[in-house]
Nanobody, 120 residues
Framework: QVRLVESGGGLVQAGGSLRLSCAAS????????MAWYRQAPGKQRELVAA???????NYANSVKGRFTISGDNAKNTVYLQMNSLKPEDTAVYYC??????????????WGQGTQVTVSS
């Protein structure tokens, strides 16, 4: 069993910053990749940022230069630092981890989601 708990969402004004955290617990052997997705009302869920265990990162064009993803493998935690926030960043943000458990089962696990609202 793997559980992901997200935190750090909230309401900020345009231009402000937030840092999201996603901590995984359970019988984790290793984490291959970490990612953040978001879903705004009436829109499809989209990939925001991802990082592999090797350190390779990917960002959506809409957040490049403003968001930074990082992971702490020792703590099984992924972060998303969000700067220069815009109203269009408003969405529910979900973390996703590619996890191998202690019994060598590999699969993706999702956080519960955290609301980010950016006012103009």
């Amino acid at each position: 069993q793997v559980r992901l708990v997200e935190s750090g969402g909230g309401l900020v004004q345009a231009g402000g910053s937030l840092r999201l955290s996603c901590a995984a617990s359970g019988s984790i052997f290793s984490i291959t990749a970490m990612a953040w997705y978001r879903q705004a009302p009436g829109k499809q869920r989209e990939l925001v940022a991802a990082v592999t265990s090797g350190g390779t990162t990917n960002y959506a064009n809409s957040v490049k230069g403003r968001f930074t993803i990082s992971g702490d493998n020792a703590k099984n935690t992924v972060y998303l630092q969000m700067n220069s926030l815009k109203p269009e960043d408003t969405a529910v943000y979900y973390c996703n981890l590619d996890v191998t458990t202690s019994n060598y089962y590999r699969g993706n696990y999702w956080g519960q989601g955290t609301q980010v609202t950016v006012s103009s």
